[in-house]
């Protein structure tokens, strides 16, 4: 059974950053592509980022591009999101996602994926 536990949320100030972790288990994922994606109160879930573990070929969304980083530790079977200049509208619970499909959904496609963390949360105060 694949588990996906989420850490590193928390409060920061506008212009902040925090770092967020995904410990995977259960899986050899090395076919894997890692998701992070985000929901804020009375709003759909959103894609963030994307990581294929073998390759290591990453997707952002757009608000998030050149601020956030993902990236991997095969080692650890862990993933990170490094969330940089912080701002108010990135408040929101965010989740891991994993999927070893490959079928023609986009990765930013939250049904593409098939396992979910239980979310951390994100609150960034102007």
């Known amino acids: 059974q694949v588990q996906l536990v989420e850490s590193g949320g928390g409060l920061v100030q506008a212009g902040g950053s925090l770092r967020l972790s995904c410990a995977a288990s259960g899986r050899t994922f090395s076919t894997y592509t890692m998701g992070w994606f985000r929901q804020a109160p009375g709003k759909e879930r959103e894609f963030v980022a994307a990581?294929?573990?073998?390759?290591?070929?990453?997707y952002y969304a757009d608000s998030v591009k050149d601020r956030f980083t993902i990236s991997r530790d095969s080692a650890k079977n862990t993933i990170y999101l490094q969330m940089n200049s912080l701002k108010p509208e990135d408040t929101a619970i965010y989740y891991c996602?994993?999927?070893?499909?490959?079928?023609?959904?986009?990765?930013?496609?939250?049904?593409?994926?098939?396992?979910w963390g239980q979310g951390t949360q994100v609150a960034v105060s102007a």
């Open positions: 990581i294929t573990w073998s390759g290591g070929n990453t």
């Open positions: 996602a994993a999927t070893s499909g490959t079928s023609g959904l986009s990765v930013a496609s939250r049904f593409r994926y098939d396992y």
